[in-house]
């Protein structure tokens, strides 16, 4: 960190849904990558953390228990002896709200869905000195530690696989005259495995109060809508090693990434085959590699940390801790049941009764790991096959295109 902002800023953040609290995670650490979080999910425990003194407060009014604007009275009471910087963020934009709010002096009064750049220009002349700059290394690995037991630790807090599509470009092709095009963005990014997750998992929190799960992406964005589909997106960007800059892990994700989208493209063309959902079955094959890449991307965090790592160590991870890593992240993130099942029928089909989705699924899988001269005939009379009544001639017509 430089001599011009020597001290270390604690921020509080107090955020009902899940996504909303990483997104304002990943701006702030982008400004000030050293800062001390202090995060919380309810009213109650952000009262209880203004003793901890935060030098910058980003509360939901939205909160449980607690209001937001509860949570500013109390900080206005109990720190009357300093002017807290305390942003109030809020999905209602009317003005007897507004004027509720003013009388407490809040530093501002930002309005769900957030702009994303405007926060952060904000944040920045909070956060930051005038011509300070602050420098983070990556943290160091613990003494001791192996590649193993580093996996092990963060299977069940990764933050998913990397990123595949060109985020900032994906952006820049669906704003127009009018703003973002939601459906140009769809477009634009329906083939990257992390963002479909994301958005999925954001559109079905409980924030979003809607019946009936989104199981595919145009689904999930026409829910959370064009802005703020397009801070998630975004927000997933910020974070580190969002990107794989190693050649040879990049190398393996792009397999992975190829078999993820020749298993959804299978996927659609069976669903539409058997009158099914198409796009659903495109969703559930482009997801079932999550978990490979997501161990890819924790790799890549290995070898920040300066962690030693060869080609036999990338092969056994991915081999030892693919599948733990995908169904770990599938129900951190409460994928769809549905949506999950399909891809469980990707890798098995389960005992007892199989549904036709299932049966599509497990067969788009066999036709997308079919190599350039395998022969389709074990696929042919194979047990999935033969349940689906596809003959070999459909076989071979979908092989072709």
Not at 41 to 63: F, I, M, W, Y
Not at 253 to 280: C, I
Not at 333 to 358: C, K, N
């Amino acid at each position: 960190m430089s001599e011009a902002s020597v001290t270390v800023p604690r921020v509080l953040i107090a955020e009902t849904d899940p996504w909303t609290r990483d997104l304002l995670t990943q701006i702030i650490l982008t400004v000030r990558c050293d800062a001390v979080l202090d995060i919380c999910e309810n009213g109650l425990q952000a009262v209880a953390k203004l003793s901890l003194h935060p030098d910058l407060v980003l509360a939901s009014r939205e909160l449980a228990g607690v209001d937001g604007l509860d949570v500013l009275r109390h900080a206005r009471r109990a720190l009357r002896d300093r002017p807290l910087p305390f942003i109030l963020i809020s999905s209602r934009s009317d003005t007897a709200s507004v004027r509720e709010a003013l009388p407490l002096a809040p530093t501002a009064y930002l309005t769900k869905p957030l702009n994303v750049e405007s926060l952060r220009q904000r944040l920045q002349t909070l956060l930051l000195s005038e011509g300070a700059a602050v420098f983070c290394e990556v943290p160091p690995l613990i003494p001791g530690m192996v590649l193993n037991r580093y996996l092990d630790m963060r299977r069940e807090q990764s933050d998913g696989a990397p990123l595949l599509a060109d985020v900032q470009v994906a952006v820049k092709r669906s704003l127009q005259a009018e703003g973002l095009n939601l459906k140009l963005l769809e477009e634009e990014v329906r083939t990257d495995p992390q963002i479909t997750a994301v958005l999925i998992a954001a559109a079905n929190s409980a924030a979003q109060h809607r019946e009936g799960p989104a199981q595919t992406l145009l689904q999930a964005m026409s829910r959370l809508g064009a802005t703020q589909s397009m801070n998630l997106i975004l927000g997933l960007a910020l974070k580190r090693a969002a990107r794989l800059t190693d050649p040879e892990l990049a190398e393996h994700a792009e397999l992975y990434w190829n078999l993820s989208l020749h298993t959804a493209e299978y996927g659609r063309t069976l669903a539409r085959l058997m009158n099914l959902e198409q796009e659903r079955a495109y969703c559930a094959g482009l997801l079932h590699c999550l978990g490979d890449l997501a161990v890819l991307r924790c790799l890549q965090e290995w070898k920040l940390a300066h962690g030693d790592l060869t080609g036999e160590q990338i092969q056994a991870s991915l081999k030892g801790y693919g599948a733990g890593f995908g169904s770990a992240l599938r129900t951190r993130w409460r994928l769809p049941l549905e949506l999950r099942e399909l891809i469980a029928a990707i890798y098995q089909l389960g005992g007892g009764v199989y549904s036709r989705d299932a049966l599509a699924m497990n067969l788009a899988a066999q036709m997308a790991r079919l190599k350039p001269g395998d022969d389709l005939e074990t696929i042919s009379k194979g047990k999935t096959a033969r349940l689906l009544k596809i003959s070999p001639i459909e076989l071979q017509r979908m092989r072709r295109n």
